[in-house]
């Protein structure tokens, strides 16, 4: 009985730790993929925005840049709360 506890206690450890792992690195690839989305959007908004009259410019890059971080952010915290819910083990 006394052994069963001790590999009970030590499975759940690990189990803890390979999760926390897991979902520690599944964390640096969302945000790694959020930061690529994030220039590919920047980029894609630029091109647009080159096309606007000058004058208009200053104010569609303001607007697109709070578009972005808004489409990224929330995209983030989404992808982050379904990783918080994986069990691996």
Do not use: C, W
């Amino acid at each position: 009985m006394f052994l069963d506890d001790i590999f009970k206690a030590g499975e759940r450890k690990v189990s803890g730790y390979v999760n926390h792992e897991g979902q520690r690195i599944a964390g640096k690839v969302i945000h790694g993929l959020a930061r690529k989305a994030e220039s590919k959007l920047d980029q894609e908004s630029d091109e647009l925005i080159g096309k606007l009259p000058k004058f208009a410019q200053d104010e569609a890059r303001t607007l697109a840049r709070k578009g972005v971080d808004k489409v990224v952010g929330k995209g983030e915290k989404l992808a982050m709360s379904e990783v918080s819910k994986i069990k691996l083990v």
